[in-house]
Structure formats: structure tokens, C-alpha cells
């Protein structure tokens, strides 16, 4: 019988295409009906190595990629939420995690994927509240996952008759080595080790593969998913590197083992599936499992070797932005008021740091055009971000005890502070945001409008540092030269108004550059008035 090689193509890369979107929809769902706080609660809940495995399982579990888990550490660790060891433990846990996929496509329900389809579509269509949208893009999702896997089995299906395929599975039985490269390739390719164990548990089910061969597969799929951490990695600070290292490290350690013990581990599958009488796609599901489980297991007690380890091969000072507070003790709120109240000055005045430290880098990306700059700035407005809710909390639970006149003048000048470098923040990112429009849409801004950035941003990025200075050491006279700086800078911002028309009536500049250029002055300028804020706070009550 002739082979219909592009209906066999259409159907494989159709149900890929079908099972990779599924996947993806079914995790979104899943992580928006569950409020969406995966980095709250990666943060608050990672404060050790095993609870880092944990909630690496619970994660992933949740959004259904261990690559995306996998990120959103690499992520926290650079921004300093999270040490290389416990990120280690939630990447073990991320690989555990899942684990669970393979066993969904174990329970096999394939003839049943178009009507679960139609109840998740349903609900997405017909249903008002979104919490009941989100339950239906889970369903819908997991429909389609098990029709993508029905189309790529029918597909593949025809490989039965293939001399040739045949002969490459008889290789890889005879060659596990092979299959170790097959199955991290084509993760690479694909992106999504659930994907390429699906893929393995239909060859199985068809018995185009021997589960000898299988097995080296299985273990090259675990291989081939660090690629998506690797990829977030590139560019990041020396902490996210470190961490994606130690996602290859485990995994390819985890498959040097087990390659070891390829025979007794290819026995222990076949054991446990006579004893629980599984299905084939339900022996992958458990030979994967068991992998992950068991590497967690033997390489855990490992993990400060494993972070020592890729602290060495990937030298260089870490240089991370904290969005931890550092001084705000809740002990003090009753203990001491006032003492609180200084703790909580402490925490500002690192914020504001943060807030000129955004500034400079917002500067250097208007100059260079170099996305690290722009990547940094953002991770700073974050942590200013936080940074104002942790203050903010912080100050609310001090005002419900009883506090002195003066520390009650106090208490408000410091949340009226907090806000203004959250506002500062918000406006480096609209800059940021304007830079990036410049950078997309090719727009060319004049020298003489550079030179006016420049002056304006030096300027204001002095202006601010001196407020939070003015701030620190209680220091009138500083607060006074803000204000006149603030002036300076509204005068500056008239100016350069004036020259930017000037520039558009003789053609000099174009619409584009010319809006680009007036909102970014704008908020440059109304950074000042947040400086001068924080400033006249001072002159009126010494902190």
C-alpha cells in the first residue's frame, strides 16, 4: 500500500500544532482561575530548598509548563527574590511537576476530546463570569490536548509499515544513546518536553517503539526542555545564568544515572506495569514519573554542591535588584512606634535610590538604545512597586496604634513620600515606553533635541538624588536647592518646548519625533514636581 506522505505530514503537524496550543490554553486558564499570584506565591513560600520543590510541583501543576516555571525563577532570582539554591529545589520540583501532563494523556479519553471541547467552548461563549470562562478554557484545553495527540497518533500510525522507521527504532534499542539525542532534539525543536512525551507515549501505543528504546527518549526529552530556561537566561544577570545551568546540570546528570541503570530501570517499568496492569501511554507516564521523582530525590541532598558548582563555571559579580524590603520589622509596630517609624524612613530612602538608579538607566537606554538598560529599569519600577506596597502596609499597621503629634507628622509626611517615588517610577516607565515607540517606529530625533535630553535628564536625575539625600540626613538646605532646581527645570521644559516648534516650522524634525520628544520633557518635568514634593515635606517637618 503507497504511503499518503502529505496527509500523514498535514495530520502529525496539525495535531502538534493543536496539542502545543491546547497545552498553552489550558495552563492560562488554569493560572488565571487561580488568581494568578504564581510569583507571590513563589516568593513568599520558597524559604528553603524542599519547600522550593514543593512549590515548584504546585506551580507547574498549576500553568502546565515546567519551562515556563522554570522562567519565572530565572526571573526571580534575577530580580533577588529568590537565592541559586532555593531556585534549584523549585526547578527539581518544576521537573516533578510536570510529570502530571503524561499521566492526563495516559487516561487515554481521546474518542471523548470533541465533546469536552464543545462544554469548554460553552462555557467561554455563553457563560458571564470570568471565573467560569477560565474553568472553560481549561476544559476546552485539555480537549484539545487529546485531539491534537488523536491526529498526530493517526499520522504516525502508517510509520508502522516503514522498513525504514523500523529499522531507526531497532538503532535506538541497540544504540540507547541514540535515543538520549532523538528525544533532546526534538524537545529543542518543539519547546515543550510534554509535547515530544506525548509524541513518545502514541509510538508506544502503536508499538512502533520498544520500550528499551523508549526509555533513552523519555530521558532526552528532559534534556531538550532546559533549552527554554537557557534561551530566558541569555542576556540576564550572572544569578539567572547560574540558575538555568543548574536546570542542564540536573537533568543531564539525572540521564547519565539512569542511562547507567538503563537495564534494571527498563525492568522496574516493565514490573510495575504487569502489577498495575497499565496501558502503554500510562507505562511512559510512570517510566516519567519515576525519573523525576527518583533524580529529585538522589541529587537533592546535592544542591549546594550544584550552586557552588555553577558558581564556578560561571563566574562574575552578581549584580541583582532587590525587591525585598530590608528594614521593615513588624516587632517594632508595637514594641516601638517610633522606631518603626524610622525603620519605615530606612525602606524610602532605598526605594528612592531605586527611583534615581531607574532614572540613570531609563538616560543610558535614550542614548544607547541597548535593552538591557530598558529590561533593568523596568525590574527597578517593579521593586519600586513593591517596595511602595510592603512601605505602605507597613505604615497602615502603625497608624492603628497610638503615636505621638510629631511621629503622626511624621507618619504622614513618610506616606505622602512613598507615594511620590512611586509616581517618579511610573513615569521613567513612560519614558521607557516612548524610547521603545522611537526604537520601533525608526524615529530619528535631532541632535539639538538629544542635547536638550540630555541637559533636562541630568537635570532631573540630580534634582531627585538630592531629595532623597534631603530625605536621609534631614537636611533643609538640600531640600532647598530642589526646590530651586525644580524651577529650573519648569523653565528648561518652556525652553525646550519653544525650540522643539522652532525645529517643526523649519522642517528640522517630524511630527513623530517632535511628540516623542515633547512627553518625554512632560515627564521628565513633572518628575521634578515629585522631587520638590519630597523636598517641601522636609521644610516643613524635620524627619
Known sequence: MEMNWQEMLFQFVGGLGIFLFAIKYMGDGLQKAAGDRLRSILDRF???????????????????SSSGTTVITVGLVSAGF?????AIGVIMG?????????????????????PIMAVGAFLIFFMRKNTTKNIGEVIFGFGGLFL???????????????????????????????????????????????????ILQGLYAENLIPLKAALPVLFGDNIGTTITAVLAAIGASVAARRAAAAHVLFNVVGTIVFMILLYPFTLYVEWIAHVLNLENKMQIAFAHGSFNVVNTILQFPLIGVWALFVTKIIPGKDVTIEYKPKHLDPNFINQSPAVAIGQAKEEIIRMGDFAVQGLQETYEYLKTSNKRNAETAYQIEDA???????????????S????????????????????????????????????????????????????????????????????????????????????????????????????????????????????????????????????????????????
Open 82 to 86: 529568590m537565592t541559586l539554591r532555593q
Open 384 to 398: 519600586i512597586n513593591n517596595l511602595d506596597r510592603k512601605i505602605t502596609d507597613y505604615l497602615v499597621e502603625i
Open 400 to 543: 492603628a496604634v497610638n503615636i505621638s503629634p510629631i511621629e503622626s507628622a511624621r507618619h504622614v509626611m513618610l506616606m505622602d513620600t512613598v507615594r511620590d517615588i512611586e509616581r517618579i517610577g511610573d513615569h521613567f516607565e513612560n519614558i521607557i515606553e516612548l524610547i521603545d515607540f522611537r526604537e520601533v517606529n525608526r524615529v530619528k530625533l535631532t541632535d539639538e533635541a538629544m542635547d536638550d535630553l540630555t541637559e533636562m535628564f541630568t537635570l532631573t536625575i540630580g534634582t531627585v538624588d538630592k531629595a532623597i539625600r534631603s530625605l536621609d540626613m534631614n537636611d533643609t538646605e538640600l531640600a532647598k536647592s530642589v526646590a530651586e532646581q525644580e524651577d529650573l527645570i519648569d523653565k528648561m521644559e518652556r525652553k525646550f518646548r519653544k525650540n522643539h516648534i522652532v525645529r517643526l516650522n523649519e522642517g528640522l524634525c517630524t511630527a513623530q519625533s517632535g511628540m516623542v520628544f515633547v512627553d518625554i520633557v512632560s515627564n521628565l518635568e513633572r518628575i521634578g514636581d515629585h522631587a520638590v514634593n519630597i523636598a517641601e515635606a522636609i521644610l516643613g517637618k524635620r524627619v
Open 94 to 114: 518544576a521537573n516533578i511537576g510536570t510529570t502530571i501532563t503524561a499521566f492526563i494523556i495516559g487516561l487515554d479519553v481521546g474518542a471523548y476530546a470533541l
Open 46 to 64: 520558597t524559604t528553603n530548598p524542599f519547600m522550593g520543590v514543593l512549590v515548584g510541583i504546585i506551580v507547574t501543576v498549576l500553568i502546565q
Open 148 to 198: 491534537g495527540l488523536e491526529l498526530m497518533s493517526a499520522g504516525m500510525k502508517p510509520l508502522r509499515s516503514l522498513s525504514e522507521f523500523s529499522d531507526f527504532t531497532v538503532a535506538m534499542a541497540d544504540h540507547p544513546l541514540l535515543g538520549v539525542v532523538a528525544g533532546t532534539v526534538f524537545t529543542l525543536i518543539v519547546q515543550s518536553s510534554s509535547a515530544t512525551v506525548g
